[in-house]
């Protein structure tokens, strides 16, 4: 019997036959072995699948219909067999750090249930001689991209999944809900994500309105008047500015 993975990650995807292959490359070229890749298909129209099948050595395949990324997410949570969870969406990369650095300080930190790396936002370029069909055109950030970190799979159990009620924004309702049941996370100074921006992308070009952060911030409150968050922190615990970070203005 194989041995179960120890890291599991979920690709969800929507029409993302054009950069779904490199995410997963970035992901395999890690060199990884006690680990799991499942694509979950939330109803893409395009070549999704066609592009997944090329790597059913490395990958399972689920589909599903067209319900959204949370929901496509979940999915991922529930077939999940490793005791640490990653998220990369498909057209976003991981960097070597991602293992050598995020999973390594989960491992030598027991205490810890989440560790966030910085992001660093990509962009296409020309073609060229060195063959890299991207560049960087922002510093690393740190910020709550869902698919910036690595999770204890415990800590779902503890949080609940994503809100499949939002089609946007709802990594970072869950990190609001994460922040208020008090579990620990640490950041480290390591870039672990590479952030495609593209006119293809879900939330480009829409305002903080349209991607539902007011709605975010709106239950958080909810929760609060309701009693259902303990005003206790731990001691140390970071403030929610130090817990969610920043992007660039």
Known sequence: MAATPYLSVIIPVFNGEKYLAEAIG???????EEMEITIVD???SDGTAQI???FRD??????QANRGPAAARNHGLSLAHGEIIGFLDADDLWTENIITQALASLRARPDVDIVQGRIQEIKPRPTDASGCAFE??????PFINIGSALYRKAVFGKVGGFDETMRFCEDYDWFLRAFDAHISKVRIDDVTLLYRAHSGGMTYGKSVHEIGMAKAHKKAIQRRRRGAVSNSLPNPFPTLAEYIGSRPS
């Open 26 to 32: 970035s992901i395999v070229d890690l060199g990884q």
């Open 42 to 44: 939330d109803g893409s």
């Open 52 to 54: 997944a099948a090329r």
């Open 58 to 63: 490395r990958v399972a395949y689920v589909a």
């Open 136 to 141: 960087c055109f922002s510093k690393p950030y």
